[in-house]
């Protein structure tokens, strides 16, 4: 967009940093930084257009995106352009991704490309590797305290190996998801060290509090994150002799983004990454971006402004890489990660759907869709141009934040019906199947959130401990049930390392004391291949999960309906145990697909005589595209087997697998 003042500003920043930029082709890069920059100057105005030296940190952000423009491969320019040609490339349902750690996956970095055929084998073509940054020993969350932004924990391996890993991928056709953190910095970072050294200019890169006055006015309303391990949200450091706000952990150091040299530091390391190879970048903790005394300090509008100031960014320098918002907040709320545009998300074009994940375990635990049906009534539609990833396990805990509206509109008190959960997947209500423990518990109010392996939550633990076959087969429905659920319900789907061979809890963090305290370890499992070379025995646990998820997954990327284009329409079905919605293709309207799940362990019928309006079925059987199978009909009253789900057509499946 043209506009003036911002434009005129633009000249006189390019007209002081000419001299410096010695390359001479920047087409690309001036005509996508003409095209960005009104929106990059009127958020950075906005945030920070009162400080004097407002003029010298914007020519400081453009010179810096020059300098990641120059530094951007050939290859990266070119898969730019690509994706510039096909906007709407990462809506298509060809893509279906795995979030794994390097270390628990395959040990390190060559670890994991040596591992692509297997990968590649299962169907997957998108590669989340959880963190990898250099983190201190001990004190790490998992990779998301990090000491240093550019760098590789060595245990993983080395810049070459993750750049040699990102050109093995998309030799594959396989996209590269990378984390940067970007709330907070371990304490043991080198800005946090300059800044216990007394440097004024590291302090403001955090928020410090020489009292408790104000740390105080601020918890009246911060909800707490890790209440077991790290109550409070600030941590006293005896070094600086003063109270630093610490909402994860107490070595975790909150970034101030008040201060524009921290917003171009991430912007700077995003751009970093984009440049090593990676398609996707994941942002971390975006809700808390702000702080804000009398508030949550989560979701604040000016997180949003950040967000979409990063992604105006990167557009400039990295237009083929998208990002996603790690937004763990109510739908009302995670709906605005992907921006305020009627069409083009603006902030992040991928958001987690942790509703309808948690949706999803509520429905194994009471076997009804009731609660899955009404939350997904209350989910918000999203924008055109973004899409979300659906899961049903990844490395963090499960949380049980429907909304309080939606429990009491199907009849439950909402306080009854988490304590209930909790206790179901912990094993502990009569008849549970479940093997997970608590994670966070809050003793003030009983809440807590839940750790576990989906194969051990979902009941396969205890069935295999006592041999039972028709538990074994009950369990093995439920995780490709699960799986059916996030492979159709538009989207991106994404697996979560060793759930594809029915991986279960990995006790063995209770023995390393710096794990034992968190219980989530409990599902970050180290893959044990021999285990998994068992897919190939046919009749094995193994085999059957991985087959299964193996042809769900084929048989999804044919399916032109299941690309995410708005393109779903959840249906009401008068048994509650069923979970119905219709996707369609907009331009392939013969194509459209009828997706039903049954919780109950009881078979469950559909009515399909209430669908032939929309003219579906009438012209004989319906048949399942996932399964090839004819499900059984009798007067219209179409039988959906216990735990089962069926993607139903009214044309014959051409053979995919």
Request: proline share 4%.
């Amino acid at each position: 967009m043209y506009e003036q003042v911002s434009h005129a500003l633009l000249n006189d920043i390019l007209d002081e940093l000419r001299p410096d930029l010695k390359r001479e082709d920047l087409r690309h890069f001036y005509t996508r930084l003409g095209a960005n920059f009104y929106a990059i100057h009127s958020l950075f105005s906005h945030l920070y257009g009162q400080r004097e030296d407002f003029f010298a940190q914007m020519t400081a952000l453009v010179d810096r995106l020059a300098r990641a423009y120059i530094d951007r491969p050939a290859e990266l320019e070119r898969i730019d352009m690509e994706r510039e040609e096909d906007h709407n490339w990462f809506l298509s349902q060809e893509h279906v991704g795995m979030a794994l750690y390097c270390d628990g996956f395959a040990g390190d970095l060559k670890g994991v490309e040596s591992h692509l055929p297997y990968l590649s084998e299962l169907g997957i073509n998108m590669v989340h590797v959880l963190p990898i940054l250099a983190c201190p020993e001990g004190a790490s969350d998992g990779g998301y305290a990090v000491k240093d932004f550019r760098d590789i924990d060595e245990r993983f391996g080395t810049l070459d190996d993750l750049r040699g890993l990102a050109e093995s991928m998309r030799k594959r056709g396989m996209l590269l998801t990378l984390d940067v953190i970007v709330n907070h910095t371990s304490d043991e970072h080198l800005w946090a060290a300059r800044a216990k050294a007394g440097y004024p200019d590291f302090q403001d890169f955090y928020y410090l509090f020489d009292s408790r006055d104000m740390p105080d006015m601020f918890e009246e309303t911060m909800p707490e994150i890790f209440p077991e391990t790290s109550p409070g949200s600030f941590t006293w450091d005896p070094t600086l002799e003063k109270w630093v706000m610490t909402v994860f952990n107490g070595y975790q150091w909150d970034l101030n983004y008040t201060n524009p040299r921290v917003l171009m530091e991430m912007v700077d390391i995003i751009l970093f990454w984009a440049n090593q190879g990676a398609d996707i970048i994941r942002l971390d903790a975006v809700a808390f971006l702000w702080k804000k005394l009398g508030t949550t300090c989560q979701n604040e509008r000016e997180a949003h402004l950040i967000l979409q100031l990063m992604k105006d960014c990167c557009q400039v320098v990295a237009p083929g890489v998208l990002f996603i918002a790690e937004a763990i907040v109510a739908p009302l709320e995670v709906i605005k990660y992907f921006g305020e545009d009627a069409v083009v998300a603006k902030e992040c074009e991928i958001a987690y759907n942790a509703t309808f994940m948690a949706l999803l375990w509520n429905s194994i635990a009471t076997k009804s869709a009731e609660l899955l049906d009404q939350g997904i009534k209350s989910l918000p539609n999203k924008l055109d141009r973004a899409t979300w990833l659906n899961y049903a396990r990844c490395h963090d805990d499960i949380g049980l934040g429907f909304d309080d509206t939606d429990i009491r509109a199907i009849g439950a008190d909402p306080r009854a019906h988490r304590h209930f959960l909790i206790d179901w997947f912990i094993g502990k209500f009569e008849g549970s199947p479940a093997r997970g423990r608590p994670f966070g518990v809050n003793e003030k109010t009983g809440d807590a959130r839940i750790s576990g392996s989906l194969a051990s939550l979902v009941g396969l633990e205890s069935a295999i401990e006592t041999g039972e076959s028709d538990a074994i087969d009950l369990a093995i429905s439920r995780v490709l049930l699960l799986h059916g659920m996030i492979m159709s319900f538009g989207g991106i789907p994404l697996l979560y390392y060793g759930d594809e061979i029915g991986t279960l809890n990995d006790y063995s963090f209770l023995e390393e004391e710096l794990k034992a305290g968190d219980t989530r370890w409990l599902h970050r499992p180290r893959i044990d291949w021999e285990k998994a070379e068992r897919r190939r025995e046919h009749g094995s646990v193994e085999q059957r999960i991985f087959d299964g998820l193996k042809r769900m997954i084929s048989v999804r990327k044919t399916i032109p309906a299941f690309a995410d284009f708005n393109n779903r329409e959840l249906l009401e079905v008068e048994n509650p145990h069923l979970f119905a919605f219709l996707r369609t293709h907009p331009q392939l309207s013969a194509d459209a697909v009828l997706v039903v799940a049954n919780f109950d362990l009881k078979p469950s019928y559909l009515d399909l005589s209430s669908l032939k309006h929309r003219g579906l079925f009438h012209f004989g059987q319906p048949y399942d595209v996932c399964s090839g199978e004819t499900p059984g009909v009798f007067n219209d009253r179409l039988v959906v087997p216990p735990c089962r789900f069926y993607w139903l057509t009214d044309q014959r499946p051409v053979a995919v697998f």
